[in-house]
Antibody
């Protein structure tokens, strides 16, 4: 039974960096049948995919264009977790953030989003 | 990016009656590699993350009641709840995973009439 446990601050000041971590149980972050995603949700913008990372003999990264200059996903194999860093945040980045396990096809071909973390409401405000 | 649209925005159905939600993608999500539609449906209740109901357009996730069914191919898809139960009150989203960026529909709110 895969479980994803999110952690991180719920309040970030404008221009600072948003950092969240997702701890994985019941699977390995290096699994060749999974990818690890971050998705956020806000009333104004709906559900927005931010990026994914997966391991196929090396680590691959795929980011949404609209945040590509500000976002980094970091896998940590020693702790079986991955993190999201979003720099230079503004109030527009206020949202509930989810980490999600994707069940991929062979070679990292995209698959369905099967397991979701509990969500973290992050508010950007001074 | 593939744009996902849904209709209606909301609907109210009597208990035990059928609810139908439509989803359209701006381009086909039928993949030649496995002849599958890279389309999923999610249910979201207040304060909870989205829950996967259907993937490959018509495959029910383990544990999902069989009153939920998905159909369609290419660009047009449907989620049907054959006999609405009180616990089905939620917002339903379609999502394409044919290519990144993964994109979601705006959601359809289902209520009891």
């Amino acid at each position: 039974q895969v479980q994803l446990q999110q952690s991180g601050p719920g309040l970030v000041k404008p221009s600072q960096t948003l950092s969240l971590t997702c701890a994985i149980s019941g699977d390995s972050i290096s699994s060749n049948r999974a990818a690890w995603n971050w998705i956020r949700q806000s009333p104004s913008r709906g559900l927005e995919w931010l990026g994914r990372t997966y391991y196929r003999s090396q680590w691959y990264y795929d980011y949404a264009v609209f945040v590509k200059s500000r976002v980094t996903l970091n896998p940590d194999t020693s702790k079986n977790q991955f993190s999201l860093q979003l720099t230079s945040v503004t109030p527009e980045d206020t949202a509930v953030y989810y980490c999600v396990r994707e069940c991929t096809l062979v070679g990292g071909v995209p698959g369905y989003l099967q397991h979701w973390g509990q969500g973290t409401l992050v508010t950007v405000s001074s | 990016d593939i744009v996902m649209t849904q209709s209606p925005d909301s609907l109210a159905v009597s208990l035990g009656e059928r609810a139908t939600i439509n989803c359209k993608s701006s381009q086909s999500v039928l993949h030649s590699s496995n002849n599958e539609n890279f389309l999923a449906w999610f249910q979201q209740k207040p304060g909870q993350p989205p829950k996967l109901l259907i993937y490959w357009a018509s495959t029910r996730e383990s544990g999902v009641p069989d009153r939920f069914s998905g159909s369609g191919s290419g660009t047009d898809f449907t989620l049907t709840i054959s006999s609405l139960q009180a616990e089905d009150v939620a917002v339903y989203y379609c999502q394409q995973y044919y290519t990144t960026p993964f994109t979601f529909g705006p959601g359809t709110k289902v209520d009891i009439k």
